[in-house]
Structures are given as C-alpha cells and as structure tokens.
C-alpha cells in the first residue's frame, strides 16, 4: 500500500512544481535586453585621445547620423530631430561633447580650445563599428565648427554628409571632405555683427558639390528649431541626407 500511496503522490508533486515554475515565469521581471521606455539607448565611447563621451542612440538601420550640439545645448536639445531621423529611417547618435553633461577628457574646461572634433570622429567612428555604413553630421554652432574640422580631419570617406547651421570650420575650407550644406538665417548676428558675410566667405572656398541656404530671419542655429522655420529646415536636411545618388 505504501508503494501505491507514493506512486499516486509522485505525479501530484510534479504537477504542483510545473504549476508554481509557471507562475514564477509569469511573474519574472522583464529582460536585460528590453528597449527602455523613451527607445533612447545610453552609450558611451572614448576618443582617440582618451576622453569619454556620453551619448543618446535613436533609431535602427545602417545609415548613421551624428548630432553634434552647440555651446549653449546639450545632447537631450536634439531629441525632436532626432526622433524625427529615426522615424526617416535613420539611427541617430546625439553626443555630449567633453565638458558637457558627463562627458570629460584632455582639455575640457575651456570649450574653445578643446580637440572637440574628436569628439565629433569618435561618434562617427561608434556608429560604423556598430553597423552603420555610412554616417553623416549635423552640427549646430559651436558643435558646427567641431563638425567641419571633423571633416577635415577625417579619413576620405569617413563622413558622408555634412550639414552645418551658422557655423564655419577653424580649418581651411578647401580641405573639407563631405558634400555641405550649409544652412544660416540672413539676419543672425553676435557683437561682431551679421554672420552670414563671414560664413559665406568660408562656404565660398569649401570644394564642391555643397549648398548654402539663407533663411529670412534672425534665429541662431539650433534656435531655429524654436522658429516657425523648424519644418523647412528639417525638410531641407532630410532631402539632404537622402541625395546619395546624386554626388
């Protein structure tokens, strides 16, 4: 009788533990690998001179953008655009430059004598070692100066697109190696007065094939993305982006 108990009691057992593993299952908490609420990955990469640099990553596919911010912004400043890129079909990486947010390195507290185009490669350099096979820039400002000195320290055909808002490079503009676009408001101005006659002059020697688009206006850079000028300008940097074939 006692064999007959245990062996009535042995599938009752083993159907009590599937029962409760099941619950456990269900009841688990989510996977590591979960994308986060906002679809926003969080990385960091270094530089080739050794800084660290925190970044925001949008979007999925194989061709890259890199947003590279201005002196009053942050990386968060790009997240309408670039959720806009990812929806396009682009993956996006806004990065913080040294100094900024978390991120640091040689020369980070002083702005504008910092190799902050390295910080602009290093971001491009991610985007290719992790799938993407071409990779543009968009810079905004201070973050477009660091973009055309990118370029121009780049290998040939490190960066596919440059697209620069009110800025010009401290390199020469003859040695810019990507297709420009450039993009500024007639009537932006600082205390050395307009910025268009400046920008221009440089624009003028870059190589070709380039553009230049001058908008009605006062609105600096980034700041134009708070204009009722924020669609034409993205439209413009879409249609950009996606003129491959034509260069």
Sequence with gaps: MRRSALQLLAPLAILCASVLFAQGQRTSPESPSAKTDDGVKHVSFATEDGATIYADVYGQGDRGVVLAHGGRFTKESWQP???????????????????FGKSHGPGDSDMFTAPMQLDVLGAVRYLRSNGAKTVSVVGGSFGGAAAA???????????????????????????????LLEIVARDDSNDDGLRLPRIRSWFDKAPEPKELIVLSGSAHAQFLFQTGQADRVMEEILRFLGSANKY
Excluded: H, N
């Design 149 to 179: 000195d990118a370029s121009i320290s780049s290998k040939a055909g490190e960066i596919d697109r440059l697209i620069l808002l009110a800025a010009e490079g401290s390199g020469p503009a003859e040695r810019i190696k990507s297709p």
């Design 81 to 99: 655009q670039a959720q806009r890129l990812a929806r396009a079909g682009y993956r996006v990486l806004a990065f913080d430059f040294r100094g």
